[in-house]
T-cell receptor, first 112, second 115 residues
Framework: GAGVSQSPRYKVAKRGQDVALRCDPISGHVSLFWYQQALGQGPEFLTYFQNEAQLDKSGLPSDRFFAERPEGSVSTLKIQRTQQEDSAVYLC??????????FGPGTRLTVT | DQQVKQNSPSLSVQEGRISILNCDYTNSMFDYFLWYKKYPAEGPTFLISISSIKDKNEDGRFTVFLNKSAKHLSLHIVPSQPGDSAVYFCAARWAGGTSYGKLTFGQGTILTVHP
């Protein structure tokens, strides 16, 4: 398909485990965003890439969160030593035109 | 500090009538406003947007109105259809800094359109 894809769609992790969430943006989209959506809330910004450069990581909640996009395409959000408060849906979005972001289906992370 | 607020958690309307979803913001640095629609287990889908220099944008059944002095925007859906039932998010784009394009979202409004 031509849309943004994310994997896995669902992830259950035991507290303390590391997880890696993958995002495949729309081909040719230079901008890539990660958002975190808690239950009943709107998405909250985590980090932003322009090609391979991470230009803003101000939304990452702690140093346990790390994101990369080494070749300017696929991106991975890694969470180390997961905690229960990390349980949320993690959304990836890509864009070509700045004011239209196309979202993937999200990865629902549950930390037990 | 909620910079974008949707004060109505839910809205219920009859098919064929108008749906009006409201959104308020506090930050005058926002330069673009967007509405997204979200179905369960899917990511948000872009619906319509408006630049801060305009006061109205229309696309088919969807119209967004912006009142800058009141820092308020609304989405009108006319006529409403059962397929419009979803969660609607208002979002605002940050005009400055290194994340030109970063979106700040409201909490969402659940719209239910009854046949």
């Amino acid at each position: 398909g031509a849309g943004v894809s994310q994997s896995p769609r669902y992830k259950v992790a035991k507290r303390g485990q590391d997880v890696a969430l993958r995002c495949d943006p729309i081909s040719g989209h230079v901008s890539l965003f990660w958002y975190q959506q808690a239950l009943g809330q709107g998405p909250e910004f985590l980090t932003y890439f322009q090609n391979e450069a991470q230009l803003d990581k101000s939304g990452l909640p702690s140093d346990r969160f790390f994101a990369e996009r080494p070749e300017g395409s696929v991106s991975t959000l890694k969470i180390q030593r997961t905690q229960q408060e990390d349980s949320a849906v993690y959304l990836c979005a890509s864009s070509l035109r700045v004011h239209e972001q196309y979202f993937g289906p999200g990865t629902r992370l549950t930390v037990t | 500090d909620q910079q974008v607020k949707q004060n109505s958690p839910s809205l219920s309307v009859q098919e064929g009538r108008i749906s009006i979803l409201n959104c308020d913001y506090t930050n005058s640095m926002f330069d673009y406003f967007l509405w997204y629609k979200k179905y369960p287990a899917e990511g948000p889908t872009f619906l319509i947007s408006i630049s801060s220099i305009k006061d109205k944008n229309e696309d088919g059944r969807f119209t967004v109105f912006l009142n800058k002095s009141a820092k308020h925007l609304s989405l009108h859906i006319v006529p409403s259809q059962p397929g419009d039932s979803a969660v609607y998010f208002c979002a605002a784009r940050w005009a400055g800094g290194t994340s030109y394009g970063k979106l700040t979202f409201g909490q969402g409004t659940i719209l239910t359109v009854h046949p």
